[in-house]
Nanobody, 118 residues
Framework: QVRLVESGGGLVQAGGSLTLSCAAS????????TGWYRQTPGKQREAGELIAGINKNGGASYADSVKGRFTISRDNTKNTVYLRMDSLTPEDTAVYYC?????????WGQGTQVTVSS
C-alpha cells in the first residue's frame, strides 16, 4: 500500500524558513517524480498550486512564485523528498501536500499546514 506522509509544517514569522518532508512507504519514491502542491482556503487540493517538482533523475522545477526561495530535494536512502522554504511571506500560508503519480494513479499525503505571520 502506497503511503505518503508530510511533516515539518508549523508557524513561522515572515522571513523565516521551514523544511517539509514527504516520507513514502510501499513504493520506491526515487523511481518516480514527486511534486509539492499547496492549497489555500476555498480551493480543492487537486486545484492547488504545483510549486515544486523533482524527477527521478533529481531534476527540479519551480513555480515562479517560489523560485529562488524554495528548494526541492530527495534522499533515496530515506525514501523521502524535502522542500526547503526560505524567505517565507504570509502569501506562502497554505496546506502543503506532496504527490506522486504511479501508472496514472495519483497518491497524496494528508498535508501539513504552514502559517507565516507578518
Amino acid at each position: 500500500q502506497v503511503r505518503l506522509v508530510e511533516s515539518g509544517g508549523g508557524l513561522v514569522q515572515a522571513g523565516g524558513s521551514l523544511t517539509l518532508s514527504c516520507a513514502a512507504s510501499g513504493i520506491d519514491l526515487g523511481a518516480y517524480a514527486t511534486g509539492w502542491y499547496r492549497q489555500t482556503p476555498g480551493k480543492q487540493r487537486e486545484a492547488g498550486e504545483l510549486i515544486a517538482g523533482i524527477n527521478k533523475n533529481g531534476g527540479a522545477s519551480y513555480a515562479d512564485s517560489v523560485k529562488g526561495r524554495f528548494t526541492i530535494s530527495r534522499d533515496n536512502t530515506k525514501n523521502t523528498v524535502y522542500l526547503r522554504m526560505d524567505s517565507l511571506t504570509p502569501e506562502d500560508t497554505a496546506v502543503y501536500y506532496c504527490n506522486t503519480r504511479i501508472r496514472l494513479l495519483d497518491y497524496w499525503g494528508q498535508g501539513t499546514q504552514v502559517t507565516v505571520s507578518s
